[in-house]
């Protein structure tokens, strides 16, 4: 996808050097907006090969979907996305049990403040009033993150508020990202976020429109540079296509990793990108 590569080259043609928590450094810019029109194809990059991350993302989009925090549901799937930020160091400092993540995506989208189910209140909402403006969803919540200089959470939310709107016979999804790995963790993002709007269309009987992404702090890592400027050599090819089985359409807590299927993907070989720990 052209948009992700004019990213990529914003954040080395513009970039400041800051400092992070992994004490990698990072090249950062600020306030950026990307268009992704689902007709148009699915927005999978191309520009390397994410087949055997599929799997993965697909896994975790279910795992966050379902409510859970706790990365023993994501290993019944085998994938152990979040293990390098399961331990004692981690977690276990913050008074949680070996598993557990404490209050982030899927306890914020389903249990907001211990009793919101947020992302059924949305459908439902849109199902009554289609045209309301009120289909947000937050991720961020201050009082579950760090209260007084004090964390209350390894790893915030980085994606931190969606909203869901209905123009014409199509959902749209705006993602509002305060902080995003444009390396490692946006092509995941963008593709997790543009199932959820094809699966949240088909709940309402409607055409996935267009995924809205506004990313606050782009960066890219300095151990990433290297893998960037080879992936910037590439051009993208066509968009994949993504369908959802049939059998469950219109459920959209009743998935497998398996009813997601990829069509026509032919990107060009992997490179490994280094993830910021």
């Known amino acids: 996808m052209i948009e992700y590569l004019n990213l990529l080259e914003d954040v080395l043609t513009h970039g400041k050097s800051r400092s992070d928590p992994q004490g990698v450094g990072n090249y ?25 991350q599929w799997r993965v993302l697909v896994g975790e989009l ?8 706790n990365t023993n549901d994501l290993h019944r799937n085998g994938i152990k ?13 913050l008074g949680f049990p070996k598993g557990e993540l404490g209050p982030t995506y899927g306890h914020q989208l389903r249990n907001f403040n211990g009793r919101i189910d947020q992302l059924t209140q ?6 009554l009033r289609p045209d309301t403006r009120r289909g947000i969803i937050s991720y961020w919540n201050l009082e579950e993150v760090e209260i007084d200089g004090q964390e209350k959470i390894f790893i915030a939310p980085c994606i931190a508020m969606l909203h869901l709107s209905k123009q014409d016979d199509e959902l749209n999804l705006h993602m509002f990202q305060r902080a995003a790995d444009l390396a490692a963790g946006v092509p995941f993002d963008v593709a997790q976020y ?14 996935p429109g267009t995924l809205v992404h506004t990313l606050s702090d782009a960066h890219i890592y300095k151990d990433q540079i290297p893998a960037v400027k080879q992936l910037l ?7 994949p296509l ?14 497998q990793i398996e009813d997601f299927n990829l069509h026509n993907y032919d990107p060009h070989p992997p490179i490994k990108i280094p993830v910021a720990t």
């Open 122 to 127: 949305v459908i439902n909402m849109l199902k």
């Open 233 to 239: 050599q590439r051009q993208p090819k066509p968009r």
């Open 81 to 93: 996305l979040w293990d390098q930020w399961d331990t004692l160091e981690t977690s276990g400092k």
């Open 28 to 52: 950062s810019i600020f306030g950026r907006q990307v268009h992704y029109h689902l007709k148009d194809g699915f927005p999978l990059i191309t520009t390397r090969d994410m087949t055997k």
């Open 194 to 207: 543009a199932l959820l709007l094809m699966m949240a269309a088909n709940e309402l009987k409607l055409k």
């Open 242 to 255: 993504v369908t959802i089985k049939d059998s469950l359409s219109g459920d959209l807590f009743n998935h």
């Open 62 to 69: 279910l795992w966050i979907l379902s409510g859970s925090t």
